[in-house]
């Protein structure tokens, strides 16, 4: 016997499209409330095709494609990630939309009695790409109390009738191989192109010390259902477990959340990014899609340079007011949230001081130049915080190139030098600002600094990816920052060859793995790499002032 399900459909409860495509949606139909820990049952908002003229790239799957909110859980690049996070930047978003429809928790079977494939399906076109990726949660049991959402082994046509403990309803229970082959039927049946993903391996590893592979079920199965469908398959599971094998048991530790480390599943933002990398070759190889617009370097997004919005930045706040502080001022290079894998180096400095006696706070902002950050009243803010014995770093550079009064610039470029002249600028809404030179800037933050009785530090910008290899990478800057920290009384770090000395000697393979983008921002890697140079530096100044706060380690 077999019953079939009918869910109301309904739109996601936030829509994410362009204004220009925004459309008054339905008020969707209440989800029945949570019972026990059931994950079928949450209330999740899932992203919808931001641009409706487009084809999408839509992703199915467990926690491992998008896990939580998909925020790592509130924790940055540290946290538990999901590798359709940064599988999106590897595409033109501008001719695809990348819809990561996942949801932590269920199997093939409860994406589906949940009614979150139903909800998914309507947004299904044809030329769309539909990828699926189940397994992890599909062992286990078949009803109980708690979740009730394994599917049956193997991927026959078996089922079994049961009255479900957790919903409290009849239900026919399918193989595993039953739910993938649904999946793949109703995609065809819109005119979508179904591709089948083997589950990502688990850190696991065998008496011969090779990664533990799932050939005997899952992702054996997954296989056996692709080839039978005749449709795309990317045997992810193998081939992450092959790259496991080849980086050793250590550096696979390190894709994992090291603050978790029972962990053996869910992979930190590093082994979501390896993963997504991994997915992406497998499209690439696959014959039986359309073109796909990838992007021609996959960390080409550099050039958009984004203005960080101030309203999702927290500030941060010395936890012992009573401490002296550590006060971190800069851009992107110097905090990035985790967007898009890219990690500041400010990010990862905490560890290198005693917090039982000095606070670190990490002020910089994305897209900020030295003017933006001033004219924005960010340093007033940091000022106002400022006692006798703070201490302040500055690292500003990357936004203040380019011609003032072009708007590619986004009204942050500085004027060159250190001199009193100044050039008049446009704002947006029509008003003139007379903006400054780069070292005018620096030379008010050393001033307010030092009437505060704190000791400021001016660091001259972290090199791109493509300059530190031949002769040195931000001259200009690195001069005008150390004649302002001369003419100041501030002190100064050439952080731009200290970086480039050392990625000279780790080589340009190693270089080229610390990048999140094309040339400007680090990963969780890079940032590591860079505060041990910053920290360095600090520890090389004239009278060490931050040599009592250093910690042990």
Not at 64 to 89: E, L, S
Not at 517 to 542: C, I
């Amino acid at each position: 016997m077999k019953i079939l399900f009918s869910l109301r459909r309904a739109l996601a409860l936030l829509a994410i499209c362009s204004p220009a495509l925004a459309q008054t949606a339905p008020t969707p139909p209440s989800l029945p409330a949570a019972v026990n820990t059931d994950p079928a049952r949450a209330q999740v908002v899932l992203p919808e095709p931001a641009n409706l003229t487009l084809p999408s790239l839509i992703l199915i799957g467990d926690s491992t494609v998008r896990n939580g909110r998909d925020d790592g859980q509130g924790k940055g690049p540290v946290g538990q990630w999901g590798w359709g996070n940064p599988i999106a930047r590897y595409f033109d978003q501008g001719k695809i939309n990348v819809v990561n429809r996942a949801v932590g928790g269920l199997s093939s079977r409860t994406y589906l009695t949940s009614g979150h494939w139903e909800r998914t399906a309507a947004f299904i076109k044809p030329g769309d790409v539909v990828l699926m990726q189940f397994g992890h949660n599909d062992s286990g049991a078949v009803n109980d109390t708690s979740r009730a959402r394994a599917s049956l082994k193997g991927v026959g046509e078996q089922s079994e009738e049961i009255d479900n403990l957790l919903t409290h309803k009849h239900e026919v229970v399918h193989s595993y191989g039953w739910y993938l082959r649904k999946y793949i039927a109703e995609i065809k049946a819109r005119g979508a192109i179904p591709v089948v993903v083997s589950p990502i391996p688990h850190k696991q590893w065998d008496a011969d010390g090779r990664v533990h592979r799932n050939k005997a079920d899952y992702a054996g199965w997954a296989e056996q259902v692709a080839a039978q469908e005749h449709v795309g398959f990317i045997d992810l599971n193998e081939l992450a477990a092959r790259k496991y094998d080849e980086m050793g048991h250590d550096a696979v530790m390190k894709l994992f959340p090291l603050v978790t480390p029972d962990e053996h599943t869910h992979t930190n933002l590093a082994g979501a990014e390896l993963n997504a990398q991994i997915v992406v070759q497998g499209l690439k190889a696959l014959k039986t899609l359309p073109p796909l617009p990838f992007l021609a370097n996959p960390q080409a997004r550099e050039d958009d340079r984004p203005v960080v919005d101030a309203a999702k930045v927290a500030d941060e706040k010395a936890l012992n007011p009573k401490l002296p502080t550590l006060f971190i001022v800069g851009d992107s290079t110097v905090k990035s949230g985790g967007m898009r894998g890219m990690i500041g180096w400010g990010e990862r400095i905490a560890p290198f001081f005693d917090a039982s006696k000095i606070n670190v706070v990490n002020q910089a902002i994305g897209g900020r130049s030295s003017r933006t950050y001033l004219t924005e009243g960010r340093w007033d803010r940091v000022a106002g915080q400022l006692k006798a014995g703070d201490i302040v770093l500055i690292q500003f550079g990357h936004n203040d190139g380019g011609r003032i009064g072009d708007p590619a610039m986004k009204n942050r470029a500085s004027a060159p030098g250190i001199g009193p002249e100044t050039v008049e600028d446009t704002r947006p809404d029509g008003s003139k600002e007379q903006v400054h030179s780069f070292g005018w800037y620096m030379a008010k933050y050393v001033a307010d600094a030092k009437a505060k009785g704190a000791t400021v530090i001016l660091l001259s910008p972290i090199p791109h990816k493509d300059k530190w290899e031949n002769g040195r990478d931000f001259e200009n800057f690195a001069q005008w920052d150390q004649a302002v920290a001369k003419a100041g009384g501030a002190q100064y770090v050439d952080l731009t060859m200290l970086i480039s000395d050392a990625y000279r000697k780790v080589g340009a393979d190693k270089v080229a793995a610390f990048f999140a983008d094309a040339r400007t921002h680090t990963n969780d890697s890079g940032a590591q790499f860079n505060a041990e140079r910053v920290v360095a530096g600090l520890k090389g100044l004239s009278g060490n002032p931050l040599g009592p706060y250093f910690s042990a380690r």
